[in-house]
């Protein structure tokens, strides 16, 4: 995951005993920005936080390289703790943690030293749209506008490394897409390390190039970010990326699977199927609906791989139907506000490409 160009690299192992399990966690961070995804409580803020200088780990180290240079945060064997202050590591928190009791302009001024803090201070509020809220104090703002402040202010600072932890958590879904977009734009202009932490996949996966998957202080899987969600290789890892659809097989050839959850549904892999392959997930929105015509052209071939929707339990969202078939498999698919009636959508055969079968080790859930 290191920079192809040659800049920054975050190194990190870090192991910290917390009260009901251990932390466990190692990784590199450079060209992009770097997610880590994993559910509340799972050690993702206290991995900021040992980058950060804010807590100690048990053991371990961080080091942060640029190019040919190497700085060492924290080692233990050596014994070098770089105090927070000294990292050039900049933390948005959740809450942001603005100076309540200071206005915008005083906050952003607040991470610059020297004799350009005022002309870095006008650079900021211009560059994040904070022109005309200088004399403001952060509980007169929004919570957009008080995440704009908080980045604000880590950039004047001039930081080698931006942390994000769950930057978006407390934000209603509109808000959280606008500043997604403005925090992406902000990111690929960086040239720093950044890492965000966060619950939400999505988010994850619109802004990070590279991904760890993380659960009770592990990581469970750790790469590209597309590649994982095409090939998240574990059952565990399945869930997380928000595959539902997951069942216990029984291999029945070198390319042909039942799917034992799913009523016995002989399926056709486009891959062989190794003899680690314990289960088979299929992503909601991959079926192709089918008439019976289409179906008829199918039937006949191993790769069919068709379905019949008969009687299904339907539920109608705002612009999807979820669809759950008699066999426990679950399909969504998109529909427009204006309508409310499924009879027209819901197709008598579904059939699943080959290609999208995942293929996966571990015990479903």
Not at 60 to 83: F, M, P, Q, W
Not at 249 to 271: M, N, S
Not at 291 to 300: L, N, P, T
């Amino acid at each position: 995951m290191e920079n192809e160009t040659g800049g920054f690299c975050l190194e990190a192992d870090i192991k910290k005993q917390l009260k009901s399990f251990r932390l466990e966690l190692s990784f590199q961070a450079g060209g992009g920005c770097l997610g880590i995804l994993g559910p509340s409580g799972c050690g993702k803020s206290m991995t900021l936080k040992s980058i950060a200088g804010i807590v100690t780990p048990d053991s371990g180290s961080i080091i942060l390289r640029n190019g040919e240079s190497r700085r060492v945060l924290y080692d233990s064997r050596t014994g070098r703790n770089e105090r927070p202050q000294a990292r050039k590591v900049g933390y948005l928190f959740q809450n942001y943690a603005l100076f309540p009791n200071m206005t915008v302009e005083e906050n952003i001024a607040a991470g610059v030293r020297g004799r350009e803090r005022r002309k870095k201070t006008g650079e900021m509020l211009e560059r994040f749209g904070l022109v005309g809220l200088e004399k403001r104090y952060p509980l007169q703002l929004s919570g957009g506008q008080q995440q704009r402040v908080a980045l604000a202010r880590i950039m004047a600072y001039e930081p080698d490394v931006i942390l994000l932890d769950e930057p978006f958590s407390a934000m209603d879904t509109h808000l959280r897409e606008k500043l997604r977009l403005e925090l992406q734009k902000i990111l690929k202009e960086y040239g720093g390390v950044s890492v965000l932490v966060t619950h939400d996949r999505d988010e994850a996966y619109q802004l990070c190039r590279n991904m760890v998957l993380m659960d009770q202080g592990k990581a469970m899987a750790a790469g590209d970010t597309r590649e994982l969600f095409q090939n998240p290789v574990t059952c565990k890892a399945a869930r997380f990326t928000g595959c539902k659809n997951i069942s216990r097989i029984r291999r029945t050839g070198e390319h042909t699977l039942q799917a034992l959850d799913w009523g016995g549904l002989e399926l056709f892999a486009d891959r062989p199927i190794g003899d680690g392959i314990t289960a088979v997930g299929i992503r909601a929105h991959d079926f192709e609906p089918l008439s019976q015509g289409e179906a008829d052209r199918w039937k006949e071939r191993e790769d069919g791989n068709l379905i019949p929707v008969r009687e299904p339990s339907v539920s109608e969202m705002p612009f999807e139907w979820y669809v759950t078939l008699e066999n426990g498999l679950w399909w969504k698919t998109e529909k427009s506000i204006h309508a409310h009636s499924a009879g027209e959508v819901i197709p008598p055969w579904l059939r699943i490409p080959p290609s999208a079968l995942i293929l996966l080790t571990g015990e479903p859930e």
